[in-house]
């Protein structure tokens, strides 16, 4: 690990916001030509959380809404950058909840015990000046009443799943940490992360129904490529998908 880069990334600005209509927002809007790699934006509520797919996340107060700005040096493997987000929250929150395990969902959802406790939303360019901004979203204390049903994964707080819930920001502080050395680990190893959520997936190696916007595979997921595309075999063949929903998991 390079202490140097990873104290650079520590020292960088932290925002917290009482209500902010959306923190990834607010580091996209950011000038990056002024603002170092590392620079955070976290608020007790947000009016426009944004989630995966054009979803809204519900961010009511009680959860934690942490969004941090990393200025990439090359944009080879950016594909797997959202992998590594989902690896560094589940670290997080294993670490200020020991008698928790957290498997991840492709492509990075949060679930507890099959339940989906936060998520995962990347947003940026990779154009000139690459820049992404890492969103993440755990619901610790919320109310989640009056948000969608969903059909598998259901939603859920961490305080109804651990012993003892977490302070917010002791646990945004280690989302924030953790994210950095993942970061510095994938700069330096990009494909590391392969093999790290293909362990922590709660889909590998078992039968999953996959609809994309064309159609709906069943076959078995094997782990992602170096791509960040989800790999599924069916009887035939093996395909790699860039998007679409998992619409319900089987045996191994
Ligand atoms: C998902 O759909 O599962 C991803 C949800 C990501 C929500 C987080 S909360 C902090 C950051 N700001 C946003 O507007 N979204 C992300």
Not at 84 to 109: F, M, Q, R, T, Y
Not at 138 to 159: C, K, M, Q, Y
Not at 161 to 182: G, H, K, S, T
Not at 202 to 228: A, E, L, V, W
Request: net charge neutral; aromatic share 10%.
């Amino acid at each position: 690990m390079n202490d140097l880069k990873l104290n650079e990334l520590i020292t960088a600005p932290w925002y917290h916001m009482d209500e902010i209509p959306s923190t990834n927002q607010y580091l996209l809007e950011i000038d990056s030509s002024q603002t170092p790699s590392g620079t955070t934006c976290s608020a007790n509520i947000q009016t426009h959380g944004n989630g995966r797919n054009d979803r809204k996340w519900h961010s009511p107060v009680g959860g934690l809404y942490l969004s941090v700005l990393f200025k990439l040096c090359t944009t080879e493997y950016w594909n797997l950058f959202p992998f590594v987000c989902g690896l560094a929250a589940a670290d997080a929150i294993e670490h200020c909840c020991p008698a928790a395990h957290v498997s991840l969902k492709w492509p990075n959802d949060l679930l507890i015990d099959k339940q989906k406790v936060g998520g995962i939303l990347v947003q940026g360019s990779i154009g000139t000046n690459p820049r992404l901004v890492a969103g993440i979203g755990i619901n610790v204390n919320s109310d989640l009443s009056g948000i969608p049903e969903r059909p598998i994964f259901p939603a859920a707080t961490l305080n109804s799943m651990v012993p003892q819930a977490p302070e917010i920001q002791n646990l945004a502080y280690w989302c924030r940490y953790r994210l950095f050395e993942y970061f510095l680990k994938w700069e330096a190893q990009p494909t590391f992360v392969i093999a790290q959520w293909t362990k922590r997936s709660i889909i590998t190696n078992r039968r999953i129904t996959f609809q994309t916007s064309q159609s709906t595979i069943t076959g078995y997921c094997r782990g992602i490529d170096s791509d960040g595309r989800l790999l599924i075999d069916t009887e035939r063949s093996q395909s790699a998908f860039i998007s679409g929903d998992i619409l319900a998991i089987g045996e191994r």
